[in-house]
């Protein structure tokens, strides 16, 4: 093998080795990130729930405190449903209705009640889950998503809904900002409704942590690619010996 070719085959082989060692690196990041919010959801579900004052003043001063549990007591505005299409723990394909909470003292938070599969997002389908009398909600704070280049928009008018969009749901259910809500939603937890729908409990907390086995698939195609070097150039020096 000429020096030149030599030299362009391991600056390649270089390169690529940087690229797969950064890839492996950014997984044992990822690895450290993931646990630590795994563990914080762990910490946070386990605690004993707080008033919905006390949490609106926590996310005043903390910021996000997704996972922790609130209790809420108050009457929903039934009327003012948002639907937010989901795939329920079970795999069927629906719909989480959103309804807003009105508190005694006026205070209002929405609130994902839970699951319904698509023949019972019409709430005249579900009548006895229409709840009028006040009820007490205990769920777990959830904040608005990013949108994502594989998640549909939002369509408001046609009260469909792919992204959980707090601004936006607010102001379609209260138009014109006259209402003030807090500034997170409640996912509630399991729990008997009349009739059996929605079904709460919906809350997502087991999450997928795969990024050592990325890692190590990273580090191994590292090392693949040395010892294919490696190999290459000693037939090239053994072909070159006289």
Known sequence: METSAL???TAATLVGLAVLIGLGVWQLQRLEWKEGLIARIEARTERK???LERAIEMSERQGNLSYLPVRAEGRFHHKRE???YAISLDGEPGWHVITPLETVDGTVVLVDRGFVPDKLRDPKTRPQ???QEVVSVTGLIRTSEKPSLFIPDNDPKANQWFSRDLGAMARSMFPGGTVQVAPFFLEAV???VPGGWPKA??????????H???ALTW???AACLIAVYGFYVWGAYREKRP
């Open 201 to 210: 409990g919906q809350t997502r907390l087991r999450l997928t942590n795969n």
């Open 49 to 51: 729930p707080v008033s």
């Open 82 to 84: 948002r639907y937010l």
């Open 190 to 192: 399991a729990g008997e």
């Open 129 to 131: 889950g229409q709840i």
């Open 212 to 214: 050592l086995q990325y």
């Open 219 to 221: 580090f191994g195609l």
């Open 7 to 9: 030299l362009k085959l």
